[in-house]
């Protein structure tokens, strides 16, 4: 433990406050690849014609893999990047997969929009995925310099304040909503 508490810091950026000179093209980013997924279905153990809960599907990968078990799939992602990923990843299941931008708490309200009262199986995979780290235009990134936004949703304010707001907070850390 001494050791570790002796060792110099690193700094992952050289200015917090400058922006990259470009942005990097999104198409240089691969989607999160979900480990395990082998195992994580067969613990599952989808039936044929079931529908499965993928709550948070990401670029698609557990719920492609759910869907070549024979098993129906419902997909919630609150990233409308992750929703546009696994609409092209999964188009090839036709009606058999459905998609829908939401968060995962919410799945209780999709179910009943969509009148399911019951479903064969669920998966969360929680986290972030490599693309939204990777990418400094998402927020998230300790990498690259970018804008501080680190909303799954960024065209939703689910933080009580916008982009400008952010910013001020990252450049003046005396900022108050109530300003």
Same mark, same amino acid.
């Given at each position: 433990? /001494?050791?570790?508490?002796? %060792?110099? =810091?690193?700094?992952?950026?050289?200015?917090?406050?400058? @922006?990259?000179?470009? !942005?990097?093209?999104?198409?240089?980013?691969?989607?999160?690849r =979900? *480990?395990l *997924?082998?195992?994580?279905?067969?613990?599952?153990?989808?039936?044929? !014609?079931?529908?499965? &809960? #993928?709550?948070?599907?990401?670029?698609?990968?557990?719920?492609?893999?759910?869907? $070549?078990?024979?098993?129906? *799939?419902? !997909?919630?992602? %609150? #990233? =409308?990047?992750?929703?546009?990923?696994?609409?092209?990843? &999964?188009?090839? @299941?036709? /009606?058999? *997969?459905?998609? +829908?931008?939401?968060?995962?708490?919410h799945?209780?309200?999709?179910?009943?929009? &969509? $009148?399911?009262? $019951?479903?064969?199986?669920?998966?969360?995979?929680?986290?972030v995925?490599?693309?939204?780290?990777? /990418?400094?235009e998402?927020?998230?990134?300790?990498? +690259? /310099?970018?804008?501080?936004?680190?909303r799954?949703?960024r065209? +939703?304010?689910?933080?009580?304040?916008?982009?400008? %707001?952010? %910013?001020?907070?990252?450049?003046? =850390?005396t900022?108050?909503?109530?300003r």
């Open positions: 433990m /001494n050791a570790l508490l002796s %060792q110099r =810091p690193i700094w992952l950026a050289t200015d917090p406050l400058m @922006f990259e000179e470009e !942005a990097q093209d999104r198409e240089e980013f691969i989607y999160h =979900p *480990v *997924v082998r195992e994580a279905i067969e613990l599952l153990a989808p039936r044929p !014609a079931a529908l499965v &809960l #993928d709550a948070t599907c990401g670029g698609g990968g557990h719920s492609e893999g759910i869907l $070549k078990t024979g098993a129906d *799939v419902l !997909a919630l992602d %609150q #990233d =409308p990047d992750a929703i546009a990923e696994a609409t092209s990843r &999964l188009s090839e @299941f036709g /009606n058999r *997969v459905t998609l +829908r931008k939401a968060n995962f708490r799945a209780d309200h999709v179910l009943d929009e &969509l $009148k399911v009262g $019951k479903i064969g199986g669920a998966i969360l995979d929680l986290g995925s490599s693309r939204q780290l990777e /990418n400094a998402r927020g998230f990134s300790l990498m +690259r /310099n970018g804008p501080l936004d680190m799954m949703d065209l +939703r304010e689910n933080c009580g304040c916008n982009h400008q %707001q952010l %910013q001020r907070r990252r450049i003046d =850390p900022f108050s909503r109530s």
